[in-house]
């Protein structure tokens, strides 16, 4: 093992960090956070209880070899808490906290080097004797490997917002920080309609209780909502899976799923497409850009809504909302947002093409991960491109790496010892955003990074 540097102070850069700690070894870790609470990154810094993790407690960890750490965690803050709740993200990120504090006093007490910095890192050199890693603060740290944990990039604004409306103060780009104003808005519109745009309507409704909410996206489709209780796996799911490996594309995939389900109509949808986790990742990979291309175009929406559910007490609040009338869903295309507020947001609806303009006071673009690095205005992300030492994915979905996060460099070879984790990786694995997938490539690359090797558990390594 060697001195290694970890870069993004989200969940991802957390587990790597932990797994590392674990190890014996003379050598540093450094992990550096970026200014924000170690550990939180966007999903777990939020304060607002509304904001519900949608993911199972039992299923949610940090490291892959403690599983029921955090249902023993939030049961010593909470009462009643069982494995089957969807539990504030905030406690996550009390509990991510806890898990790391543990693990740094450990390694202290073996003598294991660690180091945090509460700052940026701005730029990362290749030097015949490893990477240098410069901090925002002007410090340069030598590591013999960096692993990049930076997250989701800043959201950019929409290509039809005009200018005004960005300098007006009414459109907000960050939907995890509604602007204080003075004055309530009237209307409030999010773009989007995923579970960012959830978040958001939620938060919204605290804040503004007479505020009219309407949310947009071009199908006008909510997240579906996650079964109250788990579901029992389909039992053929193996058989299904091996059937979609076979499949060339998402539109025959998506032809075997529907004549799966037609052929067990007492089956619960959702527990096939949970029951295509372990393969997901592999049918991404034998696409070919072309099937990549066309699935981002016509299938993404669906999938996200079907993969990424909603869980029950956000989805019940969603649908009070609609039925007091203070929520309005609206499948349209936003052809323009313009104004200095109130801002004039020009819709074409989906179904009859029509077009109509409404005003609102406030618009929050709620519109998902941004993961295009080639038009980041990331000054790490960017510079590394510069310099060639990363190239973008041909689809704008992260960096170009192998699977087990190790980057490819312009010249189109592996850059050694230069590795990302999470959603910098989604065009080559697709889904490697959510803590299931995170801590098992934490561990793999903590596992690659050590001298000897921890062993990988049977349950991720197959
Ligand atoms: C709203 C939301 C809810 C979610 N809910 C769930 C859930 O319930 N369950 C689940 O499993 N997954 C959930 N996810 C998926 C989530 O992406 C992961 O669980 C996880 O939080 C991702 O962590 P990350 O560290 O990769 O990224 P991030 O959380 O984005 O953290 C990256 C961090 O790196 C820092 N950084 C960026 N650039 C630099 C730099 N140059 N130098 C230093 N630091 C830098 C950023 O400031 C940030 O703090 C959710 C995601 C979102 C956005």
């Not at 249902?71 to 905030?90: C, E, I, K, N």
């Not at 005003?359 to 980041?376: C, I, K, N, P, R």
């Amino acid at each position: 093992m060697a001195d290694i540097a970890i870069i993004g102070g989200g969940a991802a850069g957390a587990a790597v960090f932990g797994a590392l700690l674990q190890q014996d070894s003379t050598d540093t870790v450094h992990w550096i956070t970026g200014g924000s609470k170690a550990g939180r990154g966007i999903a777990y810094g939020t304060p607002d209880e509304r904001h519900l993790l949608n993911v199972r407690a039992s299923g949610m960890g940090l490291y892959v070899d403690h599983g029921e750490d955090f249902v023993q965690h939030s049961a010593r803050h909470r009462a009643d808490v069982r494995g089957t709740d969807f539990l504030p993200r905030r406690l996550f990120g009390e509990f991510i906290d806890a898990q790391v504090q543990e693990r740094m006093a450990s390694a202290t007490q073996r003598g294991r080097c660690h180091a945090l910095y509460a700052e940026e890192a701005v730029h990362i050199t290749s030097r015949a004797d490893g990477y240098r890693v410069q901090l925002a603060g002007h410090a340069t740290l030598r590591a013999d490997a960096v692993v990049l944990a930076v997250g989701t990039l800043s959201p950019r604004p929409l290509r039809t917002v005009s200018a005004s409306a960005l300098a007006s103060g009414a459109y907000e780009l960050d939907p995890w920080n509604l602007p204080q104003r003075t004055q309530a808005p009237r209307r409030l519109m999010v773009i989007g309609t995923g579970l960012t745009a959830v978040d958001t309507l939620l938060s919204a409704s605290i804040r503004w209780p007479e505020a009219e909410l309407v949310a947009v996206s071009r199908h006008g489709q909510l997240p579906f909502v996650h079964p109250a209780l788990p579901i029992t796996p389909f039992p053929e799911q193996a058989s299904l899976n091996e059937a979609l490996l076979a499949c060339s594309g998402a539109a025959p995939m998506l032809r075997q799923i529907r004549a799966t389900l037609r052929n067990h109509p007492q089956c619960d949808w959702r527990s096939v497409i949970d029951g295509m986790r372990p393969i997901n990742a592999v049918l991404w990979q034998r696409m070919d850009l072309a099937q990549r291309r066309q699935f981002l175009r016509s299938v993404r929406w669906i999938w996200e809504s079907a993969r990424h559910r909603v869980a029950p007490p956000s989805a019940e609040i969603i649908q009070q909302l609609r039925d007091e009338g203070r929520l309005h869903i609206h499948a349209a295309r936003v052809l323009g947002v313009d104004g200095q507020g109130p801002l004039d947001v020009t819709l074409r609806t989906r179904s009859n093409q029509i077009l109509t303009t409404m005003q609102a006071d406030l618009v929050v673009q709620a519109t998902g991960l941004d993961t295009a690095v080639a038009f980041t205005q990331h000054t790490l992300l960017a510079r590394l491109l510069e310099d060639g030492l990363a190239v973008a994915d041909p689809l704008q979905l992260g960096v170009s790496a192998l699977p087990d996060g190790r980057l490819i460099n312009a010249r189109g070879d592996v850059q050694p010892g230069l590795y990302a984790i999470g959603s910098l990786l989604r065009g080559n694995l697709w889904e490697c955003t959510a803590m299931p997938e995170i801590r098992a490539a934490a561990h793999a690359m903590a596992t690659a990074l050590a001298p000897n090797g921890l062993p990988l558990p049977a349950a991720i390594s197959a």
